[in-house]
Nanobody, 121 residues
């Protein structure tokens, strides 16, 4: 079992920044592909970004490219997403997810409980 715990959400004005963290349990965190997703009210959950186990491969949704940066610290079993130039449309519950297969195929088998990000205009 892998537990994922997100933190760092909150209320921020448009143009502001937040950094979300996701702490993971498990002894093989460096093998996990980690992803961030979000779900706005009344909308389906959408992909935000992912990072490979080594941290060398990163990929972003077009909606956040250039504004969000995903990173990880394998020594701390933690993945981050730094969010800058936030917009009201970034308002959502943000979830981290883990693909623990070690294959990097991004079939996420564990999910966190989510953290709310609200961007005011």
């Amino acid at each position: 079992q892998v537990q994922l715990v997100e933190s760092g959400g909150g209320l921020v004005q448009a143009g502001g920044s937040l950094r979300l963290s996701c702490a993971a349990s498990g002894r093989t965190f460096s093998r996990y592909t980690m992803g961030w997703f979000r779900q706005a009210p009344g909308k389906e959950r959408e992909f935000v970004a992912y990072i490979s186990g080594s941290g060398l491969i990163k990929y972003y949704a077009d909606a956040v490219k250039g504004r969000f940066t995903i990173s990880r610290d394998n020594a701390k079993n933690t993945v981050y997403v730094q969010m800058r130039s936030l917009k009201p449309e970034d308002t959502a519950v943000y979830y981290c997810a883990a693909d623990t297969s070690g294959l990097g195929n991004r079939n996420y088998d564990y999910w966190g409980q989510g953290t709310q990000v609200t961007v005011s205009s």
